[in-house]
């Protein structure tokens, strides 16, 4: 065997460098995202441009040109419209928002009884957030609470004529409070009917699966404004005459089968991705059809199709700001109904307060229900994942 | 145990734990709850008819519609029949639908595809559009562009002047016209030759570079095709065309063509929309090709423009057309909106004739047909597109 010499070997390790000038810092990092190559550096300039030329409008326009407070419209005009304001001038109106603040919560619910409905987003509140919050106990109370127990408190809450609460009828009810009476609505009734007609779809019963496939894909094919028309115009030709319906029921009824039909298509997504072996074990366990899909099948399907469950909620509160065309007043509705209908803040910048207002308002509630479903589907993901 | 003891054991178990025998039960019970069901609704149907003296059938679609529409693509007046200006509104849904399904693609690739560049600040920016438009509802950003914006645009003595002699006003957008003269047909003759002739290249430029392996410049000789021959036709016909420029008058712009601002608004607010959808489907597409495949392509020498023409845009695509699909139908479904800023879609005309004749069981029904076949319609489209761009499988 013959001897190495190892000698070029090193005897000591080289001491750690810093990395190259190159390769960190500000000027790398810019180099590298902003200027790599001589299309990206034409992009980011043309970007920057775009940028230093509408960020200043919108900001302006927002803050800092716009009127904070006056108490009609005059306080919004330019000169030439007969206001103060130098001609030219172009910003928010924010006192409209200001004055109109109530009505864009309540519609036009009794100001005396308004504590009503502020008690019931309370409740909401303090039912929703230990619901949402991992951590916190006691889960399945919660969720009894809120979801069977609540619906019946709000409901003695917002309509009252029993238990020494004075009866406010529905028409004078509008704002944010419609809109998120009409979404809750829908999620508690979509969600177990539509578990129910994803059931029926993929049942072995010819007439139920039937039955399902034609309620959905019917449902599904037409716009949400021809099921609210539907439910508008045709439920009062189908029930015995003398007998009539709420108008705010009738677009719950629209909305919530809407709703169910999309939620039924997200929740059968759900149900295809379980392995067969999970529907067999469950039989040779001996369970009966209930308890094989609500012990074992529904809750890996659920959980597997949270983010499209969110997605549907997310398009059905967006969806709320339809009733506006059967004439009731959710936000967007009050919004439009006071931008358009009334004098005392006709003002050619009132029309955009109003909808940015009203923008912001949808913005935060969607937005914030699509960064918790992402979180929930993160910490949810203990299988299935690869 | 001999076979008849095993038959006489399942023959006992009682009849309301049999499987066939329960399913069999309660579809019974579902068809006899549901026949009544419609039963009683059918009767109630026709009793609040006769009581408020509506007929029923579709013999209404012949009357006098005796209201006027503001956009019209065919010959239409208020002495046409209801059934013609419920032809109006589908052509106009249609229109809408048509319009923004190209812009909503248009941008929705753009931004989707400006979500996943190297470059921080693209990135950044496709992500607020994204966000931005994707949690406010459609029907406020048609209103906010309708009232908000549209309707401020300065009255017609101060139309905003545009390139190309087009103009800006609250009255909406308009653009000059192109008159057509005798000899149009050679114009169209030059495009059908010159598709044809490119059909007939790429085939033989295909056959060679499979034969051969030299490659043909199928692009620009396609361009120099389809732009020159009609051209050509255009230059020989004499110039056939006559440009009608919309002139200010004291009170309104006269000639051109008038894109009103009902349309613009729903156009404008649907593309954007539905855009920031088809943006994330565009990105999840292309996220959802496997690396390896950029440096499979990166090792058989492909440069990146053409790899991704090749290699990874075929493999997205096949991920991203069904959403595509279904975004394109919810668009669809969304003109409908038309109806809160009074654009004369299906919708908002039906909604006309049901408040002037009271037939809503018929309008409701029509309305049903026509947006489920729209739908079908586009589904099937979309699918056959979808078995094309699915690569064939083992």
Request: no cysteine; proline share 10%.
């Given at each position: 065997m013959q001897e190495h010499?190892?000698?070029?070997?090193?005897?000591e390790m080289v001491l750690a460098q810093a990395a190259?000038?190159?390769?960190?810092?500000v000027a790398a990092w810019l180099q590298k995202n902003?200027?790599?190559?001589a299309v990206d550096t034409a992009m980011t300039l043309v970007a920057l441009l775009a940028i230093a030329w509408a960020l200043p409008h919108i900001l302006n326009w927002l803050f800092?040109?716009?009127?904070?407070?006056?108490?009609?419209r005059t306080a919004c005009l330019t000169t030439e419209q007969?206001?103060?304001?130098?001609?030219g001038w172009s910003g928010a109106c924010w006192p409209f928002v200001g004055s109109r603040f109530g009505q864009f919560m309540?519609?036009?619910?009794?100001y005396d009884e308004r504590w009503r409905v502020m008690l019931a987003g309370a409740l909401f509140l303090v039912l929703l957030v230990p619901l949402l919050i991992?951590?916190?106990?006691?889960k399945r109370l919660n969720a009894i609470l809120f979801f069977g127990v609540f619906p019946f408190v709000c409901f003695w809450l917002l309509v009252?004529?029993?238990?020494g609460l004075r009866y406010v009828e529905t028409p004078l009810w509008g704002g944010l409070m419609v809109t998120l009476v009409l979404s809750y609505v829908g999620i508690v009734v979509s969600l177990p009917l539509g578990i129910l007609l994803a059931l029926g779809r993929r049942s072995h019963m010819p007439i139920v699966k039937l039955l399902s496939v034609i309620f959905i894909e019917a449902v599904r094919g037409v716009p949400l404004v021809t099921v609210l028309f539907m439910a508008s115009f045709m439920l009062p030709l189908f029930v015995p005459p003398g007998m009539t319906f709420d108008k705010l029921l009738r677009a719950l009824i629209g909305v919530a089968l809407f709703a169910s039909a999309y939620m039924a298509e997200v929740v059968r997504g759900g149900l295809q991705a379980i392995p067969k072996g999970q529907y067999e074990g469950a039989d040779s366990l001996g369970l009966g059809y209930w308890q094989k899909m609500g012990f074992i099948v529904m809750p890996q399907a659920l959980t597997l199709v949270i983010p499209g469950i969110v997605n549907t909620f997310i398009g059905m509160f967006k969806d709320t700001t339809l009733v506006l065309i059967i004439s009731m007043f959710d936000l967007l509705g009050v919004v439009k109904q006071n931008i358009s209908?009334?004098?005392?803040?006709?003002?050619?910048?009132t029309a955009k307060t109003g909808y940015v207002f009203a923008a912001a308002i949808f913005w935060i509630f969607c937005f914030g229900m699509s960064r918790y479903s992402q979180f929930m589907e993160r910490r949810l993901a203990t299988s299935h994942k690869r | 145990m001999s076979q008849e003891a095993i038959r006489d054991d399942s023959a006992?178990?009682?009849?309301?734990?049999d499987p066939r025998v329960r399913s069999a039960f309660f579809q019974v019970l579902l068809v006899v709850l549901l026949g009544f069901g419609i039963w009683w609704i059918v009767e109630n149907t026709i009793e609040n008819l006769s009581r408020s003296n509506i007929s029923t059938g579709?013999?209404?679609?012949?009357?006098?519609?005796?209201f006027d529409i503001a956009?019209?693509?065919?010959?239409?007046?208020?002495?046409?029949s209801y059934g013609q200006a419920l032809v109006v509104g589908v052509l106009n849904t249609l229109v809408v639908a048509a319009a923004g399904i190209v812009t909503a693609t248009i941008i929705g690739f753009l931004v989707g595809i400006g979500r996943l560049s190297n470059n921080w600040l693209i990135r950044k920016l496709a992500t607020v559009y994204v966000e931005l438009f994707r949690n406010i509802p459609p029907l406020l950003v048609i209103l906010f562009w309708y009232q908000g914006v549209l309707s401020l645009l300065p009255s017609v003595r101060q139309s905003i002047p545009l390139p190309l002699g087009s103009y800006l006003n609250n009255r909406g957008f308009y653009l000059p016209s192109l008159t057509w003269g005798p000899g149009f047909w050679l114009i169209l003759a030059g495009l059908v030759i010159a598709v044809a002739l490119v059909w007939y290249v790429a085939r033989r430029a295909h056959a060679r570079q499979m034969a051969t392996g030299q490659q043909f410049p199928v692009f620009w000789v396609s361009v120099l095709l389809i732009v020159g021959l009609p051209l050509l036709a255009f230059l020989l016909a004499g110039m056939p065309v006559t440009v009608e420029f919309p002139q200010k008058g004291t009170f309104n712009l006269t000639g051109g063509t008038n894109i009103k601002p009902e349309f613009l608004s729903l156009y404008l607010a649907l593309s954007f929309y539905t855009a920031s959808f088809i943006a994330e489907i565009v990105r999840a597409g292309v996220l959802g090709v496997p690396r390896g495949q950029t440096e499979a392509y990166s090792a058989l020498g492909l440069r990146p423009g053409k790899g991704l023409r090749l290699v990874i845009v075929p493999q997205a695509m096949r991920i991203i057309i069904p959403p595509l699909t279904s975004q394109y139908l919810n668009l669809t479904k969304n003109s409908s909106l038309a109806v809160a800023i009074g654009f004369p879609d299906l919708y908002a005309i039906g909604g006309t004739i049901l408040n002037q004749t009271g037939q809503a069981i018929e309008v409701v029904v029509i309305f049903m047909v026509v947006y489920l076949s729209i739908s079908i319609i586009t589904s099937l489209l979309m699918n056959w597109f979808n078995a094309k761009m699915a690569l064939p499988e083992r």
């Open positions: 010499d190892m000698s070029w070997v090193r005897t190259p000038r190159s390769q960190v810092g902003l200027f790599a190559s800092f040109d716009a009127v904070w407070t006056g108490t009609d007969g206001g103060q304001l130098p001609a309540f519609g036009r619910y009794p991992p951590r916190v106990p006691y009252g004529g029993f238990l209908g009334d004098p005392t803040w006709a003002t050619p910048q | 006992r178990v009682p009849l309301i734990y579709f013999g209404f679609l012949r009357g006098r519609a005796g956009n019209t693509l065919i010959a239409y007046s208020s002495d046409s």
